[in-house]
């Protein structure tokens, strides 16, 4: 099941890495669902990253070696 999640999140940034350089590129504006889909993939990469930081400074506080 990560596996889907995984591949399904790499296409969608990819896709939306890949227009808003070119939209840059070619001066112009990114469509609003774009921008959308980008502020939602960077919150999601945000909070995996703040979880996965909070589980591993736990794993070290209570000296677990499962946490690392």
């Not at 990560?2 to 399904?8: G, N, P, Q, S, Y």
């Not at 790499?10 to 896709?15: A, E, N, P, V």
């Not at 703040?50 to 400074?57: D, E, K, N, V």
């Amino acid at each position: 099941m990560i596996e889907a999640v995984a591949l399904t999140y790499g296409m969608l940034l990819s896709f939306v890495l890949t227009g808003a350089s070119r939209n840059r590129k070619l001066e112009r504006a990114n469509p609003p669902m774009l921008n959308y889909i980008g502020y939602v993939l960077f919150g999601v990469t945000c909070s995996v990253a703040l979880m996965a930081a909070s589980y591993a400074a736990w794993g070290v506080i209570s000296d677990s070696a499962a946490a690392i």
